[in-house]
């Protein structure tokens, strides 16, 4: 099967709004089961292994990720924020048989406590073909703002 960019862009857009209205299980179940979700700490860093992240998670960190979301209790999202994301720019990077990964522009805005917060990123998402749809290998977001003195990151990009 070959992934079409239209059917990667519709993809991404509806990952946002899944985003966007705090399904985080829905987005969850978006990745393989080997997937990744990294945020490097620095510009181009190349991999995760060999200096720290803003984010790194394996499928399973991604799991304790979303558990937590989903606790009432959690301190750090009382009282819950509110996210919009916009998702633009979607390009081809990369293509194989069954596989594509696109490089497309993010900007999020985050607003909890009388105070909102701007995240503008560079994202590139592995897609592969699962069923009749497609799921997430990997995912990297590229913050311009990255090596910058960051609070607490909480909701997912």
Not at 6 to 20: I, K, T, V
Not at 58 to 85: C, G, I, K, W, Y
Not at 108 to 130: D, G, I, S, W
């Amino acid at each position: 099967m070959t992934i079409e960019l239209a059917e990667a862009e519709r993809f991404l857009l509806h990952e946002a709004r899944l985003l966007d209205e705090a399904r985080f299980e829905d987005w969850l179940a978006l990745f393989t089961a080997d997937a990744w979700y990294w945020v490097p700490i620095a510009p181009d860093q190349d991999n995760p292994h060999d200096t720290v992240s803003l984010i790194y998670d394996d499928r399973r960190l991604l799991e304790t990720r979303v558990r937590r979301l989903a606790n009432p209790s959690m301190h750090a999202q009382t009282p819950p924020a509110r996210a919009s994301r916009l998702v633009a720019n979607v390009t081809a990077e990369d293509s194989a048989a069954d596989a594509l990964v696109t490089r497309s522009k993010l900007l999020m805005v985050e607003y909890r406590r009388n105070a909102q917060r701007l995240f503008a990123a560079t994202c590139r998402h592995r897609l592969v073909a699962r069923g009749s749809g497609l799921a997430i290998a990997w995912k990297r977001v590229d913050l311009v703002n990255c090596d910058a003195e960051l609070e607490g990151i909480v909701l997912p990009f």
